[in-house]
T-cell receptor, first 115, second 116 residues
């Protein structure tokens, strides 16, 4: 089954404790992306990756890191989480072409609470 | 960065009625996509319409795009209780180079409630 998986689905942590949210897709997509969703703000892009070893900042990259060592995986790293990073996080993947992005396939989301 | 804005923010209709949601954006785009999200879950892609297209259909969904007005609409015909969800438009801006920007910007969504 074609899918994007995220782990963990729920996480409660404390300020300053490094954490990683994993994202994996099995559709051989080149493009992967992370979003955060907050009430009243919609989805905002954190980072995206066009392919292995190619990453770029989205609209709200501060406090986050990513890596793309393999095509299927795109982990999101919070080196020193703070309470303002409490949010619902989504990973997405897709193909893309010269006319832009194709439909995005979203993971189920990771609900993060930073105390 | 520019963002699509959906209108209305919330919409409540009776089952069987049509639901129309609008999206406005600010700059030239490569494409516009509509997504549905059931409460707290992942987004599901509905339709992608490219800048050179004016209308697309998928089942009970009809999307229009007016690039001169920088707006799009999503029409759901003969709505069902299962259509209750939030609906988002997402735009991919077209930079001056003419290629893709490869960044999607989402609006804040329209919350649709379909009453049985």
């Amino acid at each position: 089954e074609a899918q994007v998986t995220q782990n963990p689905r729920y996480l409660i942590t404390v300020t300053g404790k490094k954490l990683t949210v994993t994202c994996s897709q099995n559709m051989n997509h080149e493009y992967m992306s992370w979003y955060r969703q907050d009430p009243g703000l919609g989805l905002r892009q954190i980072y995206y990756s066009m392919n292995v070893e190619v990453t770029d900042k989205g609209d709200v990259p501060e406090g986050y890191k990513v890596s793309r060592k393999e095509k299927r995986n795109f982990p999101l790293i919070l080196e020193s989480p703070s309470p303002n990073q409490t949010s619902l996080y989504f990973c997405a993947s897709s193909f893309y072409g010269t006319s832009g992005l194709n439909e995005q396939f979203f993971g189920p989301g990771t609900r993060l609470t930073v105390l | 960065s520019q963002q699509g804005e959906e209108d209305p923010q919330a919409l409540s209709i009776q089952e069987g009625e049509n639901a129309t949601m609008n999206c406005s954006y600010k700059t030239s785009i490569n494409n516009l996509q509509w997504y549905r999200q059931n409460s707290g879950r992942g987004l599901v892609h509905l339709i992608l319409i490219r800048s050179n297209e004016r209308e697309k259909h998928s089942g009970r969904l009809r999307v229009t795009l007016d690039t001169s007005k920088k707006s799009s609409s999503l029409l759901i015909t003969a709505s069902r209780a299962a259509d209750t969800a939030s609906y988002f438009c997402a735009t991919e801006p077209r930079p001056y180079s003419g290629a893709g920007s490869y960044q999607l910007t989402f609006g804040k969504g329209t919350k649709l409630s379909v009453i049985p």
